[in-house]
């Protein structure tokens, strides 16, 4: 996944980091949009209208990516692999702000709705448009939940790239976490019991072309990068890819409609404001 992860339990739990390893192994060999050889690699290159096997956990990962974009209002959405990479946010990276011809290209063919799934037995997929699913906003979250099932201990973090899930207690106590401040002031502390937390922010994966700022989360909606107000999403959740998939959305939306989808879905959210609002922290169903 291009990225570090951390485990820690209290007692002894069971398992070696061997098997650690082995699993976040088969979860790349599976999501991974850089290996060629990935099942999902396997589903992007599969012809349009033609049905292709996957596996439970794919199939799994795809069903729950399509109910959270119904959710959101389409504003997650792991079909837009296209135009992640025509801005170089994907295995490909640019060097300048692509053309409206190429943006509209890779738009008209990004959508997770271009994506038709089988139920049943033997589970399959067929896409209806030569759409590109990128699964990186919701498969670290998966790769979290995943590790915390092996786990033979009920007091642990589990953390992937910054997407942390606890259970139990950390020496009876609880486990206590910091959401990083984009201004680099204190963190904000938070305390964990039995959740997950995910954080969705655009100051430090970005490109700048002729002066501006162009932030990595994309607007699915307009197939340009977010004009959001909000420089970062952390949200708390049972399980960690959905908290991944949600704190994604909200950084695309802006802070009135992550605000709204927050209180209507009961979701627990700290909103950090951009630069231009003296990174205003609000806190919602904290």
């Known amino acids: 996944m291009g990225t570090t992860y951390t485990v820690k339990t209290i007692g002894d739990n069971g398992i070696s980091q061997q098997k650690i390893d082995d699993r976040l192994t088969q979860i790349n060999q599976i999501f991974s949009t850089w290996d060629a050889k990935s099942e999902l690699s396997a589903v992007n290159q599969q012809s349009v209208n033609e049905w292709i096997k996957v596996s439970d956990e794919l199939f799994y990962v795809l069903k729950t990516a399509k109910e959270i974009h119904q959710q959101t209002e389409g504003y997650f959405d792991p079909g837009i692999g296209n135009l992640v990479d025509v801005w ?38 067929k896409k209806t448009r030569d759409i590109y699913i990128d699964l990186s906003a919701i498969a670290k979250g998966y790769g979290v939940d995943a590790i915390v099932k092996l786990l033979n201990t009920q007091n642990y973090l589990v953390e992937i790239g910054g997407e942390v899930r606890s259970g139990g207690s950390n020496n009876g106590k609880p486990w206590m976490v910091g959401v990083e401040h984009p201004s680099k002031a204190t963190p904000i502390a938070i305390t964990l019991n ?35 107000d909000l420089a970062s999403v952390s949200i708390i959740h049972p399980q960690t890819m959905v908290a991944d998939a949600y704190a994604t959305a909200m950084m695309a939306m802006g802070s009135q409609r992550a605000t709204a989808l927050a209180k209507q879905l009961g979701l627990p959210v700290i909103l950090i404001l951009n630069q231009q609002a003296h990174f205003k922290v609000t806190k919602i169903n904290l």
């Not at 430090?204 to 307009?222: A, C, D, E, S, V």
């Open 88 to 125: 170089g946010f994907g295995a490909n990276k640019q060097i300048q702000k692509p053309s409206q011809i190429e943006v509209y290209k890779a738009f008209i063919n990004s959508s997770i709705r271009y994506l038709t799934l089988k139920d049943g037995v033997n589970k399959a997929v």
């Open 194 to 228: 039995n959740q997950a937390i995910a954080t969705s922010g655009n100051y430090r994966h970005y490109f700048i072309w002729q002066g501006k700022r162009y932030m990595h989360i994309l607007n699915p909606h307009t197939g340009l990068p977010a004009n959001s």
